[in-house]
């Protein structure tokens, strides 16, 4: 069945870029999502790409999505502490209802 | 005006026991879903309901049954709470049962002691 995966941790220093990477495994999804989850919070939908675009930016976020290699990631410029959180990748199964397939999360943790 | 909302936020239970969650969007969405979150963050689709039809049952225990009043609520109850059922139930919405975004309530962290 599908899958996706990710990275557990991230730690990176104010200021600096990070990036968070994700592979999955349904060549046919048509979206691909990332999701933000604060410590006891819900998720956020952060942003979203379709699956015929390379890239997408919005603010200090940049979606890179590579077809062939089945690989999806998220940059986040000048990262600051409140973007300490969970990042989930998660793309809809393909040929079915909307079903969202999650990757394990990335937990990442910025530091002065 | 939250857009996804989940009530209780928090329970906590004795295992044997009967409860219910309940989630309501007020987006005009046609579709929601309930997930499932475990203790190591791993999130799992569970039930989807579309305009008050099931239209997605994951392998889960038939303890869990899903009930849609209207397209706008759904409710999740469960039955002989075991301890494994602790986790936080994420509700979500989207605008229908095909390719679009959803939405996620705040989640309810069930604990069964």
């Known amino acids: 069945g599908e899958d996706v995966e990710q990275s557990l941790f991230l730690s990176v220093r104010e200021g600096d870029s990070s990036v968070i990477n994700c592979t999955y495994t349904?060549?046919?999804?048509?979206?691909l999502y990332w999701y933000k989850q604060e410590p006891g919070a819900g998720l956020q939908l952060l942003t979203y790409i379709f699956s015929n675009m390379d890239m997408k930016q919005d603010q200090r976020l940049t979606v890179l999505l590579n077809k062939k290699d089945k690989h999806l990631s998220l940059r986040i410029a000048d990262t600051q502490t409140g973007d300490s959180a969970i990042y989930f990748c998660?793309?809809?199964?393909?040929?079915?209802?909307?079903?969202?397939?999650f990757g394990a999360g990335t937990r990442l943790a910025v530091h002065p | 005006d939250t857009a996804v909302s989940q009530t209780p936020k928090y329970l906590v239970t004795q295992m044997g026991n009967d409860k219910s969650i309940k989630c309501e969007q007020n987006l005009g969405h046609d579709t929601m879903y309930w997930y499932k979150q475990d203790s190591k963050k791993f999130l799992k689709i569970m039930f989807s309901?579309?305009?008050?039809?099931?239209?997605i049952n994951e392998t889960v225990p038939n303890r869990f049954s899903p009930k849609s009043p209207d397209k706008a609520h759904l409710n999740l109850h469960i039955n002989s709470l075991e301890l494994g059922d602790s986790a936080v139930y994420f509700c979500?919405?989207?605008?229908?049962?095909?390719?679009?975004?959803?939405?996620f309530g705040p989640g309810t962290r069930l604990l069964v002691l």
């Open positions: 979500a919405s989207s605008l229908n049962d095909r390719i679009e975004t959803q939405y």
């Open positions: 998660a793309e809809t199964e393909s040929g079915g209802y909307n079903k969202l397939i």
């Open positions: 309901y579309n305009n008050k039809e099931l239209i």
């Open positions: 349904d060549s046919s999804s048509t979206y």
